[in-house]
């Protein structure tokens, strides 16, 4: 597995430049960056043991001395602070470091990751004294709106997964389980050298394991005349990709068909309208009504869609559940409608698309069109 990093100085860059301006908005002076993805996303570090301060003058990435030599590599526009030790690190140690940074700087008020526990967060306050410590997802926030690099990287992913499933399906035959086809599928992701590997483990389900919510997959046999949902994506230089197919093995009944057009279509509608300034919940909604015209209401039971870049799954959520949010240019999003018939069948079809300033563009290639092996 390929761990370098190699993201563009201007990008780290830039994103930091953002970052501060996102921060100050907030009322901050700085951040203390403890997720591991946004670590990377702002510096380009792929290693452990490692934190980072960003201030309104200094970027400093705080880390165990061992891994100097990674972040020298795969780092720039920070400042490389070493903790020496012969031993592992407690995040404490790297924690104490920031905040003598932050009493140098003269901070007073500073950020940190939302994904922190509650117990997590209480007690960094308390070691934190007298700087304020508040909770704030600015780096998530500035993750969201993605770069052309980071949308090349993603339209990457996507044509490297997409190869891998076109000699995958070929390998889809009646009598393998789906347990050896969820084996074969992660195999044949970790063969090719320029991937970091899959951006989540991917499903196989046929038949009534279709119904299932992230059914990875059973002991199942394939059976003539099943439907078989294979979800999957790969990761490249730090980005994911997302894709989901239904195929057929022989010849699907008319009501897998009728089925199979009403998801098309509500992909195909959704496609054509989505575009920036709407509301979240709004794009969910575009794909149920062409379901709830078909007669399938019931049955389409989770959200459209999420955002996708350095995790599969990030904000803002294309859901009628989820919190209502603007979607912006440049986001990123999977759209996937599904309808899942119990102890019968389902279908999931999925694309990825990046939203430009009048509508969207669709990074998946691979083919929609009913498949029968």
């Known amino acids: ?80 602070i070493p903790i020496e030790s012969e031993e592992l690190i407690h995040p404490d140690d790297l924690l104490a470091k920031a905040f003598e940074i932050s009493h140098a700087h003269e901070i007073t008020e500073l950020g940190v990751d939302p994904s922190l526990s509650h117990e997590r967060l209480l007690a960094i306050r308390k070691k934190a004294r007298p700087i304020k410590i508040k909770i704030s997802d600015c780096v998530e926030a500035c993750r969201q709106i993605k770069s052309s690099y980071e949308i090349k990287m993603i339209s990457k992913a996507q044509i490297e997964a997409e190869e891998i499933l076109r000699r ?47 059914s990875y997959y059973t002991e199942r046999k394939i059976r003539k005349n099943d439907s078989v949902i294979i ?64 007669g399938f209401s019931p049955f389409f039971s989770h959200g459209l869609g999420h955002s996708i870049g350095m995790s599969v799954h990030e904000g803002p959520y294309l859901s009628y559940v989820k919190k209502r949010e603007i979607i912006r240019e440049n986001m990123v999003f999977t759209l996937e409608p599904g309808i899942y018939l119990q102890n019968k069948f389902g279908v999931r079809i999925e694309d990825i698309v990046a939203l430009t300033d009048s509508g969207c563009k669709n990074l998946t290639g691979f083919p929609k069109e009913i498949l029968v092996i």
């Open 231 to 294: 979800d999957m994506g790969v990761k490249y230089k730090g980005y994911c990709s997302d894709m989901t197919r239904t195929v057929f093995i022989g010849k699907p009944t008319s009501k897998m068909k009728v089925v199979y057009e009403a998801v098309l279509e509500a992909q195909k509608a959704v496609e054509a309208v989505v575009k920036p300034g709407m509301y979240n919940h709004s794009v969910d909604a575009a794909a149920r009504e062409v379901i709830g015209d078909s």
């Open 1 to 80: 597995m390929k761990k370098n990093d190699d993201t563009p100085k201007t990008e780290t860059a830039s994103r930091i430049k953002q970052l501060r301006k996102e921060f100050a908005k907030r009322g901050l002076e700085g951040v203390i960056v403890f997720d591991s993805l946004n670590i990377r996303y702002l510096s380009g570090f792929t290693g452990e043991f490692a934190l980072m301060l960003i201030a309104e003058k200094g970027c400093f990435l705080i880390l165990h001395h061992r891994n100097i030599p990674r972040a020298e590599r795969e780092t720039s526009n920070c400042e490389i």
């Open 168 to 214: 995958f399906i070929n390998e889809i035959k009646p009598g393998k389980s789906e347990r050896q086809l969820h084996h074969l599928l992660l195999r044949m992701i970790h063969e090719n050298e320029l991937l970091e590997g899959p951006s989540f483990l991917p499903i196989i389900a046929s038949g009534e394991s279709g119904w299932g919510i992230h």
